[in-house]
DNA sequence: TTATAAATACCGACCAGTCGGTCTGTTTTT
DNA sequence: AAAAACAGACCGACTGGTCGGTATTTATAA
């Protein structure tokens, strides 16, 4: 039996209420105190946890990355022709919309920070730029395969790829209810797929 | 010759100089004193221009929004089938990437506000809805012009669309060198116009 | 087990500075 | 003379962050 530490259990409670706090109101428009207060905790033990407000964002960009990254990891395990890898991608894309529910708002303060900040920026963008590389090599496998026609640019169709889901993304945040996202999703990348098939 | 006042001139110096910080910094980020500063303004002056730093926003968003629809009125001219109009849009959606040069990251500002926000969501969404629902209606005709295949659900179509809109601006956002988004953009609708289209 | 020392976690008053916005008065245009 | 435009000192509320002190947990030794 781990022992319960109460430390970890306050830096929960901090990164909890940012989370809801900087998804609501933004991350400039959020105080310390009041991270503070929704988190039951003063603030000497957020300066205790944390080095700066700053610090407290990047840890939970860095949290919220790796947990995208960890439900995508699960998708590229079967073997399969490669669209139907990205159709499973797409379902599992699709998912996220319910997984992280009302977990966009923050995804987008992660863009407009990384907008300014270059710490940010960096470490959104790496990831993003993985992504990417991922996305281009599948469709040139695709390619190679045979599955997809032979005037793609491998590029171009991983950046559109991306673009329907962040484009999708932003959708849902501003009109949660009211649209099966994760079939809008589904159907939309399936809309893309069929014109990259070779006939 | 119409009279040059005094006034109009201090009013678009402060909506450049907002426009500018705002763009850099977020809204929340820049203080009107920054903003009177760049513009060569005194507060007073500010605050006889402008009720509220609100309300300078909205004036913001106003004028983008008129202009990006400037900008695709002209587009539904000629008459042609529907792939094609589509196509002319694409074109004309890429060369916002040339004429709005450095005007994305305010078209983030306009977002992250409009979550939080409920007057700029509403100002934001309306003309969003709009847009939408022009584009449901082309892929409709498209459809029924027999240009399109018949199992195609045309709200999903535009969304999909406008999704390859938004992401690819966002993707132009964070890296705008090196790409020629115009290009991307171009053909990244003819891949999904490829998938939509009867054989 | 118990006494004690060291380390960790926490508290909240406080600081220097910034914020959006107001107000009184002056200058410029009509 | 009246109205519109502008100047900038000023205000209270609030900001991120600090700091001296206290409580709690853990390690050590008797």
Redesign the pocket.
């Known amino acids: 039996m781990t ?1 319960y ?3 970890v ?2 830096q929960h409670a901090i990164l909890n209420s940012a989370l809801e706090l900087f998804s609501k109101n933004g991350y400039d428009a ?5 991270i503070c207060t929704m988190a039951n ?5 957020f ?3 944390f080095p ?3 610090d407290l964002f990047l840890a939970l960009m860095r949290t919220w990355l790796s947990d995208v990254d960890n439900l995508f990891q699960s998708a590229g395990e079967e073997t399969a022709t490669i669209p139907e890898v990205i159709e499973n991608l797409a379902a599992i894309a699709g998912g996220i919309f319910d997984a992280l529910e009302g977990g966009f708002p923050i995804l987008l303060e992660f863009w407009t920070q990384a907008n300014r900040q270059p710490e940010v920026w960096r470490r959104a963008v790496e990831p993003y730029q993985q992504f990417l590389g991922f996305f281009t090599e599948l469709v040139q496998t695709g390619m190679e395969e045979g599955s997809f026609k032979e005037d793609i640019d491998p590029e171009v169709a991983a950046r559109v790829l991306t673009s329907v889901a962040m484009g999708l993304l932003l959708q849902a945040t501003f009109e949660p209810k009211g649209t099966d996202w994760q079939a809008v999703t589904r159907s939309g990348i399936g809309l893309l797929l069929a014109g990259m098939r070779k006939i």
């Open positions: 022992h530490s109460r430390g259990e306050t959020t105080s310390v105190a009041e905790v003063s603030k000497g033990a300066y205790h946890h700066s407000k700053q």
